[in-house]
């Protein structure tokens, strides 16, 4: 599905990703962990084609495609789907508008017809109680006065509305208390596919808690400098991210000694 090789990346001349390789598979849900400063955001916004970093070399190929020649908009009829840390309110556009619009212009993409509105509205409340979000929050604008709490559940209403190949959840349990982030975990969870992968980017184990990754990645200081199952998420929380910088200066030093 996603194959990234060697990612370089620079935001005003300062190199962010030095060497990102990540390959996803149909079906997986991969975890991205790492603290603060690490490049996981900047990975996030670049495979969904925000454009405020430099491609300094590397290749991303998404089923196939280069990925980094598509527009976000082509991204986003491909099936890619960005759960931003900071969702933004969108002041004057309601959530049924905006997500009619969004729903039509992809089945546009697919060669379909426009859903109906009685369509729409019935597929409207079958996600909206699949993944336990209020009618008082999707018959107003897009997150105008919502809580963080509110904007994360609604990122994945939006999920689940999309139904894309591929989801990246920017952080989506920042900000959250026990309940929300049960709530937004199992919306998850109940809108896995096994044609469909899910990257989780989190500072936390606690998320994966309830959302159970395939693969755990330790991004730091721009590469990728541990991978493992499941329980290397446990022994972060165990150990913190200092205990990582040893892995860190090992993977720098296989750098050095074999440069790609």
């Known amino acids: 599905m996603l194959v990234i090789d060697n990612l370089k990346a620079s935001i005003n001349g300062k190199q962010i990703l030095k060497g990102i390789s990540l390959h996803v598979k149909e079906g997986e849900v991969h975890a991205i962990m790492g603290p603060n400063g690490s490049g996981k955001s900047t990975l996030a916004a670049i495979l969904a084609g925000r454009e405020f970093a430099a491609i300094d070399g590397g290749s991303v190929s998404y089923f196939g495609r280069n990925l980094l020649d598509m527009a976000p908009e082509e991204r986003s009829r491909d099936g890619l789907f960005l759960g931003f840390q900071y969702p933004i309110e969108i002041p004057g556009v309601s959530m049924v508008n905006f997500m009619k619009t969004a729903i039509n212009e ?31 929050l999707t018959n107003r604008s897009v997150n105008e006065g919502f809580s963080g709490g509110e904007k994360k559940k609604n990122e994945i209403f939006q999920m689940a509305m999309l139904e894309p190949r591929l989801a990246i959840l920017d952080e989506t349990d920042s900000g959250l208390d026990i309940d929300a982030l049960r709530i937004v975990a199992n919306g998850v969870n109940k ?24 693969v755990v990645h330790v991004l730091y200081d721009g590469r990728i400098v541990k991978t493992a199952g499941k329980e290397l998420a446990l022994e ?21 000694v074999n440069p790609q």
């Not at 972060?236 to 050095?256: F, H, P, Q, V």
């Open 106 to 136: 992809h089945r546009k993409y697919r060669g379909l017809e426009p859903l109906s509105a009685s369509d729409f509205l019935k597929l409207m409340r079958e996600k909206k109680e699949l993944v336990e979000i209020d009618s008082t």
């Open 191 to 214: 809108l896995k596919r096994k044609d469909s992968s899910v990257i989780v980017i989190t500072h936390y184990q606690r998320l994966l808690d309830f959302i159970v990754p395939d």
């Open 236 to 256: 972060l929380e165990e150990k913190g991210y200092d205990w990582i910088k040893k892995e860190a200066e090992k993977t720098e030093e296989s750098w050095r």
